[in-house]
């Protein structure tokens, strides 16, 4: 083959690759962003560049073309849409978006239950949903999430127990339920550790008032503490025993008065000897 015909079938071959697409998209992806951007709710068209022609290819390698959203090698890999005024609900095919390491929504007014179906972010590291209207019970179904470093859930509408199982998580180092209507004891597994040192303080528990046990402070007794009602009750036997103490001795000085008069009575009476 001659020099010329090497030069030929070269500029072919760069003439079809440049034919070529310069990034594929994911069809997941896609879907995952479709459906996210038709669950919520964007009164300030904060969201306005989500369109479907972007979703068909969001990423060029490490760039994303969507705001909020960032890429890796061709993936959407984090997706953060916090304090946007966002409304509407978290969409279950989140799920899609398998690549996902980070998925921050916090500081919006999303309502809803958080899906189970966020189980399949395998990758998932960081989920912060906090300061949002998420309502219903923490999906035991995160555990799943064996990579999980972070979850926030702090100022929601949370109902429910906290599920034993995400004590399993064991890269699991910020822990915050914070400022919800959970109810029952916390998880062990949660709140201690080897030496007796709590996992995660206090503070990542406060603001549930049916929540209790370690490391919160004991449960105060509804209305009156127990000393105080105890107090009561040591009060007022005390006070009955004065009323009655007191009232014994002006029955016995009346008494003692009527005795008295009775006699210088019966003396006037009495004939002198």
């Given at each position: ?103 921050d929504l916090s500081s919006n007014s999303i309502t809803g239950p958080i899906p189970a179906e966020l189980q399949s ?19 035991p179904q995160l555990t799943m999430c064996a990579y999980l470093n972070v979850i926030d859930l702090h100022d929601n ?117």
């Amino acid at each position: 083959m001659g020099g010329r015909d090497k030069l030929i079938i070269l500029l072919m071959s760069l003439f079809c690759a440049a034919q070529l697409p310069i990034s594929t998209s994911d069809p997941s992806d896609e879907a995952c962003l479709t459906h996210l951007r038709e669950s919520l709710e964007d009164p300030l068209n904060n969201l306005q560049n989500w369109t479907k022609s972007i979703f068909a290819n969001p990423c060029s390698g490490f760039t994303s073309y969507l705001p909020g959203a960032t890429c890796n090698n061709g993936r959407i890999y984090k997706l953060s849409l916090t304090n946007l005024s966002l409304q509407g609900s978290i969409s279950p095919y989140l799920s899609n978006c398998t690549n996902l390491q980070t998925l921050d929504l916090s500081s919006n007014s999303i309502t809803g239950p958080i899906p189970a179906e966020l189980q399949s972010l395998v990758n998932l590291a960081v989920l912060n949903l906090s300061s949002n209207r998420l309502e219903s019970e923490i999906p035991p179904q995160l555990t799943m999430c064996a990579y999980l470093n972070v979850i926030d859930l702090h100022d929601n509408l949370l109902t429910g127990q906290i599920p034993q199982q995400l004590g399993l998580l064991s890269r699991l180092s910020a822990f915050d339920v914070s400022n919800n209507k959970l109810s029952g004891q916390i998880p062990a597994s949660l709140a201690n550790r080897s030496g007796g040192l709590p996992r995660f303080n206090s503070t990542s528990f406060e603001g549930n008032k049916d929540l209790y046990g370690y490391p919160l402070p004991p449960l105060k007794t509804k209305g009156l503490s127990v000393l105080a009602i105890v107090g009561i009750g040591l009060g007022s036997g005390l006070a009955s025993l004065v009323l009655s103490f007191t009232g014994v001795c002006i029955w016995l000085k009346i008494t003692e008065q009527k005795m008295a008069a009775e006699e210088g009575k019966i003396s006037q009476l009495m004939p002198d000897y």
